[in-house]
């Protein structure tokens, strides 16, 4: 799941004063396993940003961390997709998502 919007994410522990090691993303804290890959993005219009990116693997998948070094903000770019189903376990079975909410013409 690649999100449009990176969301804000808080680093709770690091390893060699560097790397990500754990974090907490909706509530949830993660545990990184391994770091696969570390770059560096600049930015230079319409704003100056510096921003150092994390490809981390964790128990609940690969995620990708972005640290913006100008304003010391960590968000979550990319996040491994959850249950999509999930969302859809509480609609009635029997009928279609869309039967209350669309006109059926005869």
């Known amino acids: 799941m690649a999100s ?6 808080q680093l709770l522990d690091w390893r060699l004063g560097y790397f990500p090691a754990r974090f907490r ?3 949830q804290v993660h ?3 391994h ?3 570390v770059w560096e993005e600049c930015r230079a219009w ?4 510096q921003f150092r990116c994390y490809q981390l693997l964790c128990s609940a998948g690969p995620f ?9 903000l960590w968000q979550v770019v990319s996040a491994p997709a ?5 969302q859809w376990e509480d609609m009635p079975r ?11 013409v005869r």
């Open 82 to 86: 959850c249950n999509a189903h999930a």
């Open 31 to 33: 545990q990184v396993l």
């Open 25 to 27: 993303w909706r509530g």
């Open 94 to 104: 029997g009928r279609s998502w869309h039967a209350g909410r669309f006109a059926l």
């Open 46 to 49: 319409p704003r100056r940003r």
């Open 35 to 37: 770091v696969q890959r």
């Open 4 to 9: 449009q919007h990176a969301q804000q994410v």
């Open 64 to 72: 990708i961390l972005r640290h913006d070094l100008l304003h010391n």
